[in-house]
């Protein structure tokens, strides 16, 4: 204790007032309110080898090739995203399908993982497949609070419960809890103020939508209202085109912008190479089929 605050502390007692607390932790206990550290942002390290294992990553010798793929399917949804004048919903982007089994989520990671090396953007990959969630268990997240729980409680911020991953520029918004009124929480105005939110916070910040499969859950019908450009994926060769005309019509085509189509043949040398066992992007041969 310096000589100025042996003064002071030799007035306060001739005075019968109280000692001063000694720092701030002191002054906050002696004020009544508890110091509390600033909470840390939620962070995960993700396990490269149980996404692969769980098939939402392509083969290691494919690697090479797919992210050509996933680089021809980002340059216009980036371009219209981040056009001079742009809307800020054409930086929410839908990721869907006609049925369960056509590779969305595998499209929707790795669309994710492509558009997070852009030097100049940030991605946040939202998994809205609430049915089954299955981005935030490929992620180790699924008992993570997400997007569900910042629907059902108007005093979450949905913000605060982005987990950030040790991918620059990747963050993800679990699923969250499940809830039987998912389909209402979907379609609700809070839904829309969330999106834009998410959007508006960062001009620089693409919101990728992980959606359930059009045709096989309400609670995808709900959200295509919601972004600007839609992304529909079609596996080749296995999905009915009646599936896929029934799924279209229930997109705006003015927000459609192109069709993936997964597991198609990709021609190399003097054959033909079909995609991943599981799941695989081309386009013809890229995969996308753009509008």
């Known amino acids: 204790m310096s000589l100025i605050e042996s003064a002071l502390e030799k007035v306060r007692r001739n005075a019968g007032l109280p000692a001063a607390p000694a720092d701030a932790s002191a002054r906050a206990a002696a004020s009544g309110s ?43 949804l980036i371009e219209k995203a981040l056009a001079a004048n742009s809307p800020a919903d054409m930086r929410l982007i839908l990721i869907s399908s006609a049925i369960p089994g056509d590779g969305k989520t595998f ?11 852009e030097r100049d953007i940030s991605l946040l990959l939202v998994d809205a497949d609430v049915p089954r969630a299955q981005a935030s268990r490929v992620f180790g997240l699924s008992s993570a609070p997400g997007l569900m729980d ?26 969250g809890r499940s809830v039987e009124n998912a389909t209402e929480l979907l379609a609700s105005t809070r839904m829309a103020q969330i999106a834009a939110r998410m959007a508006q916070r960062n001009p620089r910040r693409l919101v990728l939508l992980d959606s359930s499969p059009l045709l096989a859950s309400s609670e995808a019908r709900a959200l295509v209202r919601i972004p600007g450009q839609i992304v529909l994926v079609v596996r080749a060769g296995q999905t009915p085109r009646q599936a896929v005309l029934d799924a279209l019509g229930h997109v705006d085509p003015k927000k459609l912008q192109g069709l993936v189509l997964n597991q198609a043949p990709v021609r190399r040398g ?15 041969s890229s995969g996308v089929e753009p509008r």
Not at 154 to 174: F, H, K, M, Y
Not at 270 to 284: F, K, L, R, T, V
């Open 34 to 76: 508890p110091s509390t550290p600033e909470a840390e942002p939620k962070h995960v390290a993700i396990d490269w080898t149980a996404v692969r294992a769980a098939g939402y990553l392509p083969a290691e010798d494919q690697s090479r090739r797919f992210a050509d793929h996933y680089r021809q399917i980002k340059r216009p």
């Open 150 to 175: 910042a629907l059902a409680n108007e005093s979450l911020d949905a913000e605060s419960l982005i987990v950030r991953t040790d991918v620059r520029g990747l963050d993800i918004l679990p699923a």
């Open 107 to 117: 499209t929707a990671v790795n669309l994710a993982l492509s558009m997070a090396r």
């Open 270 to 284: 003097d054959g033909y190479y079909y995609g991943h066992s599981n799941y695989g992007s081309a386009e013809q």
